[in-house]
């Protein structure tokens, strides 16, 4: 609930940031200048948001947040599901590959931050530019099939609780496989048409910020590479794995009502609701603002429209970033599993250390009286270890 009600509170301030920016009536969109053609000149408004603190102070915080927490827990998350999670089920191949997802968008974030800091000014190159738009997108449609792939694994346990496990394994690695090579084939449009547009004022290069529209009367075939890209990603990489979340935990929810009637099994069922709240809101508020924005800024852009709304759309995507920081802490809240892997790495026990001490905590009864171990040969160890 906590976190539910601090994205809603962060979602309403980007809201409110935003919504002052797009009022002054401009959108990111630049026009060459006539005197100058390596130039492009944006109106002021456009000019103000450049330089405005949204853009140049509470972007760069947000992002330095998502990489100060992502980088260590996705790190972390990698390392769990790879070296200590010794019984491999598909759950923990697609949380491993959403962490390597979240951890590939993490290690680009300084060239981001950095970009912000400097008065949204790129100094790294068309090329650099590109790979940041690609993992960037990369990873906001990579996260939301591999979240999409955990929904209908949590249903299909319950539904088929006997079904095969090393079968199950061998379709959750070709699944896998064939989301990243489709997110490589998706992302491949993104490197065919430029990023970077340099301002005349501010005296700026900007990366994916400023769409350079070199026909004002007709401005469509400016904009139609990235329409068309977006508009099919948002429909086919977005909503159809939206619509399949939901169904799976319509059925999933169905189905624990079905089979569960004793208080253990509503206790697992408590947990599966609790576990569907996070994901959905995590889904909800990271994903769901950022490709509406996204649809709607293409398709007022391609009309000349100029209040486009990017400024919103910008805020969105620090929503979509903070998916990268909260993914961990989902799988450590939710997996008792996941969290004693977690908790013996960071004392740096080993997995025969570990092992040792499960069989020899196993072979002893707990004393209420003393709040201590006891051995069948009446010796006492503490219960700190």
Same mark, same amino acid.
């Given at each position: /609930?906590?976190?539910?009600?601090?994205?809603?509170?962060? @979602?309403?301030?980007?809201?409110?940031?935003?919504?002052?920016?797009?009022?002054?009536?401009?959108? =990111?969109?630049?026009?060459?200048?006539?005197?100058?053609? #390596?130039?492009? !000149?944006?109106?002021?408004?456009?000019?103000?948001?450049?330089?405005?603190?949204?853009?140049?102070?509470?972007?760069?915080?947000?992002?330095?947040?998502?990489?100060?927490?992502? $980088?260590?827990?996705?790190? /972390?998350?990698?390392?769990?599901? @790879?070296?200590?999670?010794?019984?491999? &089920?598909?759950?923990? !191949?697609?949380?491993?590959?959403?962490?390597?997802?979240? @951890? $590939?968008?993490?290690?680009?974030?300084?060239?981001?931050?950095?970009? &912000?800091?400097?008065?949204?000014?790129?100094?790294?190159?068309?090329?650099?530019?590109?790979?940041?738009?690609?993992?960037?997108? #990369?990873?906001?449609?990579?996260?939301?099939?591999?979240?999409?792939?955990?929904?209908?694994?949590? =249903?299909?346990?319950?539904?088929?609780?006997?079904?095969?496990?090393?079968?199950?394994?061998?379709?959750?690695? #070709?699944?896998?496989?064939?989301?990243?090579?489709?997110?490589? @084939?998706?992302?491949?449009?993104?490197?065919?048409?430029?990023?970077?547009?340099? $301002?005349?004022?501010?005296?700026?290069?900007?990366?994916?910020?400023?769409?350079?529209?070199?026909?004002? $009367?007709?401005?469509?075939?400016?904009?139609?590479?990235?329409?068309?890209?977006? !508009?099919? /990603?948002?429909?086919?990489?977005?909503?159809?794995?939206?619509?399949?979340?939901?169904?799976?935990?319509?059925?999933?929810?169905?189905?624990?009502?079905?089979?569960?009637?004793?208080?253990?099994?509503?206790?697992?069922?408590?947990?599966?609701?609790?576990?569907?709240?996070?994901?959905?809101?995590?889904?909800?508020?990271?994903?769901?603002?950022?490709?509406?924005?996204?649809?709607? &800024?293409?398709?007022?852009?391609?009309?000349?429209?100029?209040?486009?709304? =990017?400024?919103?759309?910008?805020?969105?995507?620090?929503?979509?970033?903070?998916?990268?920081?909260?993914?961990?802490?989902?799988?450590?809240?939710?997996?008792?599993?996941?969290?004693?892997?977690?908790?013996?790495?960071?004392?740096?026990?080993?997995?025969?250390?570990?092992?040792?001490?499960?069989?020899?905590?196993?072979? /002893?009864?707990?004393?209420?009286?003393?709040?201590?171990?006891?051995?069948?040969?009446?010796?006492?160890?503490?219960?700190?270890?």
């Amino acid at each position: /609930m906590g976190l539910k009600v601090s994205l809603s509170l962060l @979602l309403l301030f980007l809201c409110s940031q935003a919504s002052g920016l797009r009022g002054q009536g401009r959108g =990111y969109a630049g026009f060459e200048d006539p005197v100058d053609s #390596g130039r492009v !000149i944006v109106d002021e408004a456009a000019s103000q948001t450049l330089k405005s603190n949204l853009t140049t102070v509470f972007f760069p915080v947000i992002y330095v947040i998502v990489f100060v927490v992502g $980088l260590p827990t996705n790190g /972390m998350a990698i390392w769990v599901f @790879l070296f200590r999670t010794k019984k491999k &089920h598909p759950s923990s !191949i697609y949380m491993a590959n959403l962490a390597l997802a979240d @951890l $590939l968008f993490v290690i680009w974030l300084p060239l981001k931050i950095a970009y &912000h800091l400097d008065g949204n000014n790129w100094t790294y190159g068309e090329p650099l530019c590109k790979v940041l738009v690609g993992f960037f997108y #990369g990873n906001m449609y990579c996260s939301v099939l591999f979240i999409a792939c955990l929904s209908v694994q949590r =249903y299909w346990v319950v539904a088929h609780p006997l079904s095969q496990q090393r079968k199950n394994n061998k379709v959750a690695i #070709g699944v896998c496989v064939a989301i990243w090579a489709f997110i490589w @084939l998706t992302t491949t449009p993104l490197y065919l048409y430029d990023h970077t547009a340099k $301002l005349k004022d501010p005296n700026v290069t900007t990366c994916h910020d400023v769409s350079v529209i070199h026909d004002p $009367l007709n401005p469509f075939p400016s904009v139609q590479h990235p329409f068309y890209y977006f !508009i099919f /990603m948002a429909t086919v990489v977005f909503l159809v794995p939206c619509v399949v979340i939901v169904v799976s935990y319509v059925l999933l929810l169905r189905a624990l009502g079905n089979c569960m009637v004793d208080s253990t099994a509503a206790k697992k069922r408590q947990k599966a609701v609790v576990l569907i709240v996070l994901v959905l809101v995590t889904f909800l508020v990271c994903f769901v603002p950022s490709n509406i924005m996204l649809v709607v &800024h293409y398709s007022l852009l391609k009309d000349g429209i100029a209040n486009n709304g =990017y400024s919103f759309y910008t805020s969105t995507l620090c929503l979509a970033s903070l998916n990268s920081c909260l993914d961990p802490f989902i799988y450590y809240y939710v997996s008792d599993e996941f969290r004693q892997h977690v908790k013996n790495t960071l004392l740096c026990r080993s997995s025969r250390t570990v092992e040792r001490m499960r069989v020899s905590f196993s072979s /002893m009864k707990y004393s209420r009286k003393s709040k201590s171990y006891v051995s069948e040969s009446g010796n006492t160890q503490s219960s700190s270890c």
